[in-house]
Structure formats: structure tokens, C-alpha cells
């Protein structure tokens, strides 16, 4: 009914299938169809959704209506009831083949209703949820298909009543009897509860197993028993026969019965009296056979008593003491109820999973399970949306940090506003995102799907609560000390992430039909945190580059560009500051030529103070590293030229004067009272400077705002060595006019020079060193003619 009347929808609303529910999820798979198909079918899904709700209120209610929960009381009550039915078999069995005349009346009776109800027992398997690889199966096909591959058969072989047929059918011979023996198959119930009663810590193992090798005895005791009268009775108790050849035959089946238990008691465990010999070739193959299953059950118990009283299963033992101290932990603690029942399942679960978990992968070489774990896992990691466009080694590096973790369903994995310890990537099963406060689920993550990408890669807490779904739920772990270690080393991939992350909160955003108004506006939150992280991801790598740039690191920078290759060497620190303007303030060469020769790093990039790299290597006196840029096209382009140059010439620095110079710096820049360098030189008769200055094309005409030129300020300043220099020297001016300097100095002062200059040299006295170095000194300018000298 309920499923014609979702065709009925479907066919109303013209679409070939719509889910049971349209939530967004998280880094899946991308599917055949367009995103645009889907936005124009969303309101459709909407108004269909509304629809099924109210035909259909809990869609995994109706896939589970008719299945039985293996775990709930009704299948706990059958199974204990079938396997109570399961010990009646093994024992009325062996009776009904050795004595015939049993199974008539009521025992003929409840022979029949036994048959029904294990025939019962085979549609309540087929209509019951079963665990199959530690989940669930909830599809009748899935669990029928499970069913029919071993367990079907057995069943089917143990139930149908093959005897009765050929009673039936009037084929009944002694022989078909052992058709009987087929319903002995029914006794793999009895392995299960065993193996269940070996795992309950309420009873003792010792005494689990002693009482399971008492019933082996005793059962294969009446077997062997059962077997030996049948062969007296296939051949009629004849005095070929041990039964006949003793005259042990009486009316009684119960005397009978004691009779052969007796003898196959004696004879086999005794040796010396109460030998029953063969009478014929078959009790001989017979008791041949029995003798030999003997010995190996006397085996067998003998190792199971010296295991219980020497070194007991270690890992049983093991489990059953963890199991144990978590109960008398929650015993003291008063913990009770659900959360106790959830606490050992967990670790039953732990234990059933354990090979499944990698931990065998411990005892090889790390070279074979870095392999191996890359073989199982780098395809579906590699094809999940997070990791899309990353390289090989990040995701390599990934996975071989990583371990596996069960989780048992409606476990909480991650919290709300906390911070994840681990990044998981999800193998089986499915999670389940919901709000803090809030029950609805908001998106039903499934495998290839991420959880814990928030912190591991943007440092934020999580928006979410994360919980398993309704099956056990395998994840590939990956804790976040060591996810942040890895993102250290690929930056590019590392970006990479925030970005495919990025990209899907948009698409979620985008898409956000199911999100309250307050999830959403926590939503655009996060994407302008993710969005600055990601810049401040690249500002990292800057830093690095520059402080590897500083300290003259080639190999680093190398493995910085390696490691981001679409990182852009001519991007700046918070000051502008790029690595070339680091190489080229410390001077290191070898990391300017890297930059500049591999990286295309711009020579005359400018920081926000308008400094160039060809400026800081200036500004730190290296003269290659100057002389590198200068001649990749580097230049100074300072901003205050002027009052740069004449605050070194104030200062004397000559060498730092010649340095500016002789990468560019304009020797006529003048500062904010048009003075030059050379009227400062002038004006305090700094020689050496006033030398530097001519030599890189001073103009000894250029005049300052009181329209003064540098010759003026050494004839104020009466500076005669300067003016002595001056007077030796020939200028040219910018119209090419040639002009002895001496001329313009006024004449009494001339006068003066000449007469002090007589006077120094009759006398041989030197007052002025400089003076007499500078005597009769001939200087050429830059751009004079050739021979135009004094």
C-alpha cells in the first residue's frame, strides 16, 4: 500500500527517483548529473519531501517494519527456545536410528512440531537482522543473500524430513534410518551459545569449559552407545552379532539402551574385563573407528584440562579482565543503564574489529606498511573533494599517519564548539552531522566523506555534532598534532584543502534549505574565517621565505617554492617586504641570484615605505650584492633624493656618498632649500666629498633658493683649501661652456690665496696638508672635452 502510493508521487511529480531525504553532504563523490539539474529540481525535492512525510513518517521504519532486531527480547526469547530444541535433537537422534520403536505416539508427535518450528526458525533468519563484517544488514535481499550463501543449506538439509519420505514412499529399510543423523547439522546452535558463554564474565572460563567437555563426553558416550545397537539390530541380533552372541536383547529399550552403554563404556575406556569382542567385520570397522575418535577426544580433553590449570587462552583471559575492570569501575562509580550496556559493547566490538584495525601491520617493516596502507586506502582518499588537485606525497604523508578506529553506532565522535584531536576520513558506514541543541539531522555524511577538517586545517572548533549512524562505523583517524606537521610541509597542498573546504561551505550556504536562520548566519562566519586563514597561509610562506632568505638558505627557499609551487615570489610581508628585499639588506648574493634568475623576482619592487632591494643593499653597504642588481636593471628610486645625499655629505660618510652614486643616485638632487651635496660639501670644505661629487657630475653652477652655488658657499664659508681645489679646476656647464672656477672667486679673496700660498712656500712651512696635495691638481668632469684641464 504505502509503496504504491509513493509510486503514485513519484508519478505525479514526473521524476525517474527521489531520495528519501535531499540533505547536503559533505565531500562526496561528484555525481552524473549538473549542478543546475539539481537547483531546479530543489523545490520539486521539497515539495516531495513534505509529501512522503506524511505517507511515509520514518522511511528506515518502514525498510525495518517486518525485520526482527536481533537484540530485542521476542528474538532472544526464540532463540533461547530453538536452541533448548537444538540439545533435544542431539539426544533423541541417536535413540530414534538404534531403536525404531521410539518414535511412535507422542514422541512421534513432538518429532513433528520440532520439525515446525526449526522450519520457523528458518523464516525468522530470513526476516532478521543480522551483522555481517561489524554493520548491520537491513535490506531483505542483502540479509537473504547472506542467508542462502552456507547457513540456508545446512538448515535446510537438517529440517527436511527425509525418513518420513521414504516411510511415505514404503522405501523404509533399516539403512534409511541414518537419513535421521542429518538432523544432528542442527548442533552449529550449540557452538554459538558456547562461544557466547565463554565471552559472559558472569560465568567462570574454567567452568565454561569443563562443562563443555563433559557434555562432548557424555553425548559422544551415547552416540557410540546408539551406534552399537543399531549394528545388532541391522542384522537381527543374530549370534553374529555382540548384542546376540552375549544374549543382552530385552523388551525394555531403556534396558537395551544400558546394555550397549555399559559395554561401549567398558570396552573402550577399560582394558583387562568387560571386553565385548566383534562379532562380525562391520562392529570391527565400527569400534575401530570409535576407538580412534577416542583416542583423539582423550587427547583433546587432556590439552583443554592442562590449558585450564596451566596458561589459560591469553586472549580471552585478556578480554574478559579489560571488560572486567571497566565493570567494577562503573560499578563504583554508579554508573548503570544504557551507558553501561554501551560502554562493553564497545569493547566487545573493539575485539571483534581488532583485524580489521591494522594492528598485525605493526610487527612488518615500515617500508611494506607504508605500502600496503597506501595500496588499501590512497585511491579513495585521493578521490575525495577535500583532497582534490593535492599531490601524491601529501596525501601519502596522510595516509601513513593514520590509524583505524571502530566507532559503535550513535557514537559521538565530535562535539559542538570543540576542538577535533583527530582529522577522520570516513571508510564504512555513515555519520550523522547534527545542531548543538537540536536532534534533526542536517547532513548524513557517507564513505569518502571527511569529518574534523575544521581544525585540523583552519584551527577553528567545530560548527557540528558528529555521531555514527545506526551501524558500526569504520574510520581512517588521523590525529591533528600530526595533520598540522604534515600541512607544515606542503603548503601548496595544505591551501589546496582550505580552499576545496572553502568551496564547500559556500555550496552549502548556497544550498542551505534545511539550516535555520542561526546556522546559517554561524555559516557565513565560518567562511570568513576559512578566507583568512587561507590569506594568512600565504603570509606564512612569506615569512619563511624571508627568513630563509635571511639567513642566506638557498636549499629552504628551495624546498618553501617546492613544497607551494604556485606561491608568488614577489608577494610581501605586512611591511611590503618581499625576499629579495631580505637577500638584498643582508647581502646575501646567492639568494638574489636564485631569486632573480629562477624566480623572476621583481628587481625594482617597492615596499611600503617605497625602498627597492638595490636601496637595502645600499643602505647595508653590500657592494656585490649592489652591483648584482644594479646590473640585473635595479634602481634606487629614492623619494628624497636630495636630502638623502646631503645628510650623508653632513655626516662625512664618503664611502656610503660613493655608494649612492655609483648606483644611480642623482648627484644634483637638491633638498628642500634646493642646497646640493656640493653646496654642503663646499660650504665646510669637505674635499674628499667635494672630489666624489664632481667625479659623478655635480653642477658647480646649480644654485639654492637664495640663488647661491656651491663655489658662493665656499667663498662665505672662507674655506680656501676647497677654494684652492676649486681654483685648479675647470667645469663645464650644461650649455657646454668651459669656465675656469677660479674666475668666479671675487678678487680680494683671490689676492689673499695668492700672497698666503707665497708666504707658505718661502718659509717650507706646511700649515694645510690638503692644500699642498692639492697643489697645482688638474680635474677633468665627467662630459668635459678631452684636454679642457688646468
Known amino acids: 500500500m504505502i509503496e504504491d502510493e509513493v509510486s503514485n508521487m513519484l508519478d505525479d511529480l514526473k521524476i525517474p527517483s527521489v531520495p528519501t531525504a535531499q540533505r547536503p553532504r559533505s565531500f562526496r563523490r561528484p555525481r552524473t548529473c549538473s549542478r543546475n539539474r539539481i537547483r531546479s529540481h530543489l523545490e520539486v525535492i521539497t515539495r516531495f519531501n513534505n509529501k512522503s512525510r506524511t505517507a511515509l513518517p ?27 530444541l537444538t540439545f533435544v535433537t ?13 518414535m511412535q505416539g507422542a514422541v512421534d508427535v513432538i518429532d513433528i512440531c520440532i520439525t515446525v518450528a526449526f522450519a520457523a526458525d528458518m523464516l525468522f533468519q530470513l526476516n532478521s537482522q543480522s551483522m555481517v563484517g561489524g554493520k548491520y544488514l537491513h535490506s531483505r535481499g542483502a540479509i537473504a543473500l547472506n542467508y542462502l550463501r552456507f547457513h540456508f543449506w545446512i538448515d535446510l538439509l537438517a529440517w527436511f524430513p527425509f525418513y518420513r519420505a521414504t516411510v511415505s514412499l514404503h522405501m523404509e529399510t533399516r ?14 546452535r550449540l557452538l554459538v551459545v558456547l562461544r557466547e558463554a565463554e565471552e559472559n564474565i558472569r560465568i567462570s572460563h574454567s567452568m565454561v569449559v569443563l562443562a563443555k567437555l ?17 549394528l545388532a539390530d541391522v542384522r537381527g541380533f543374530g549370534s553374529d552379532t555382540w548384542a546376540g552372541s552375549m544374549d543382552l536383547v530385552s523388551e525394555s529399550n531403556f534396558e537395551n539402551y544400558l546394555n550397549s552403554l555399559y559395554v561401549s563404556v567398558t570396552t573402550l575406556t577399560t582394558v583387562g574385563y568387560g571386553d565385548v569382542p566383534p562379532q562380525n567385520l562391520v562392529e570391527k570397522m565400527y569400534l575401530v573407528i570409535l576407538m580412534l575418535v577416542n583416542i583423539a577426544l582423550s587427547a583433546y580433553i587432556l590439552g583443554n584440562i592442562t590449558l585450564l590449570t ?18 567494577s569501575y562503573l560499578q563504583k562509580q554508579g554508573i548503570t543503564g544504557d551507558l553501561r550496556a554501551m560502554a562493553f559493547r564497545d569493547l566487545k566490538l573493539s575485539r571483534d574489529m581488532s583485524s580489521e584495525k591494522g594492528a598485525a601491520l605493526q610487527h612488518v617493516s615500515p617500508f611494506i606498511r607504508n605500502e600496503i596502507l597506501s595500496q588499501l586506502y590512497y585511491k579513495r582518499i585521493r578521490d575525495s573533494a577535500l583532497f582534490e588537485g593535492t599531490g601524491k606525497l601529501f596525501l601519502e604523508d596522510i595516509i601513513q599517519s593514520s590509524e583505524i578506529q571502530i566507532a559503535h553506532p550513535f557514537a559521538l565522535l565530535m562535539a559542538a564548539n570543540e576542538h577535533s584531536s583527530h582529522f577522520y576520513f570516513l571508510l564504512q558506514g555513515d555519520l550523522v552531522l ?30 557540528f555534532n558528529v555521531r555514527a549512524g545506526d551501524r558500526v562505523v569504520t574510520l581512517l583517524a588521523v590525529p591533528s598534532s600530526d595533520f598540522h606537521n604534515i600541512c607544515s610541509k606542503h603548503h601548496f597542498d595544505h591551501r589546496k584543502c582550505c580552499q576545496n573546504f572553502l568551496r564547500h561551505l559556500l555550496d552549502l550556504i548556497n544550498n542551505a534549505v534545511f539550516l535555520s536562520v542561526a546556522t546559517q548566519k554561524e555559516l557565513s562566519e565560518r567562511i570568513s574565517q576559512v578566507r583568512s586563514h587561507i590569506l594568512s597561509l600565504k603570509s606564512d610562506v612569506v615569512a619563511k621565505a624571508c627568513h630563509a632568505a635571511a ?3 638557498v636549499g629552504e627557499l628551495e624546498r618553501l617554492m617546492m613544497a607551494d609551487q604556485e606561491h608568488d615570489i614577489n608577494l610581501g610581508d605586512y611591511h611590503g617586504r618581499r625576499p629579495i628585499h631580505i637577500a638584498a639588506s643582508f647581502g646575501q648574493l646567492k639568494v638574489l641570484e636564485y631569486l632573480v634568475e629562477t624566480k623572476d623576482a621583481d628587481v625594482n619592487a617597492l615596499d611600503h615605505v617605497g625602498v627597492t632591494p638595490l636601496h637595502d643593499a645600499v643602505l647595508g653597504g653590500h657592494i656585490e650584492a649592489a652591483r648584482y642588481l644594479r646590473a640585473k636593471g635595479a634602481e634606487l628610486r629614492l623619494r628624497n633624493a636630495g636630502t638623502t645625499l646631503c645628510n650623508l655629505v653632513q655626516d662625512g660618510k664618503s664611502e656610503m656618498l660613493k655608494l649612492y652614486l655609483d648606483n644611480g643616485a642623482d648627484p644634483n638632487s637638491a633638498d628642500y632649500d634646493l642646497r646640493t651635496p656640493l653646496h654642503i660639501a663646499c660650504a665646510d670644505g669637505m674635499l674628499p666629498l667635494i672630489k666624489i661629487l664632481l667625479e659623478a657630475g655635480a653642477d658647480l653652477n646649480a644654485l639654492d633658493r637664495w640663488g647661491e652655488s656651491p663655489v658662493d658657499e665656499a667663498t662665505k664659508a672662507t674655506e680656501l683649501t676647497a677654494l684652492k681645489f676649486l681654483d685648479t679646476t675647470t667645469v663645464t656647464d650644461k650649455w657646454g661652456r668651459r669656465t675656469v672656477v677660479a674666475d668666479a672667486i671675487p678678487s680680494a679673496l683671490s689676492t689673499s690665496m695668492s700672497t698666503h700660498h707665497m708666504n707658505r712656500s718661502r718659509t717650507g712651512s706646511i700649515t694645510d696638508p690638503s692644500a699642498m696635495l692639492l697643489n697645482e691638481q688638474t680635474f677633468t668632469l665627467p662630459g668635459a672635452p678631452p684636454g679642457d684641464s688646468s
Open 90 to 102: 542431539i539426544l533423541k537422534v541417536p535413540v530414534q536410528v538404534a531403536f525404531p520403536g521410539s
Open 310 to 327: 596451566t596458561q589459560a587462552d591469553v586472549q580471552m583471559i585478556s578480554y574478559r579482565d579489560r571488560v572486567s575492570q571497566v565493570d
Open 434 to 463: 547534527f545542531e548543538e541543541d537540536e536532534d534533526q539531522e542536517l547532513e548524513v555524511l557517507e564513505p569518502g566523506s571527511t569529518a574534523g577538517e575544521e581544525t585540523v586545517l583552519c584551527n577553528i572548533t567545530q560548527q
Open 58 to 84: 520514518n522511511a528506515s521504519a518502514v525498510s525495518t517494519t517486518l525485520l526482527f532486531n536481533p537484540d530485542s527480547k521476542t528474538r532472544r526469547a526464540w532463540w533461547h527456545f530453538i536452541v533448548f
Open 551 to 553: 639567513i642566506g638558505n
Open 214 to 230: 563433559l557434555l562432548l563426553l557424555l553425548w559422544l558416550g551415547h552416540f557410540e552407545a546408539c551406534g552399537l545397537w543399531y
Open 175 to 188: 539403512f534409511t534410518r541414518l537419513l535421521l543423523l542429518l538432523r544432528l547439522l542442527r548442533a552449529k
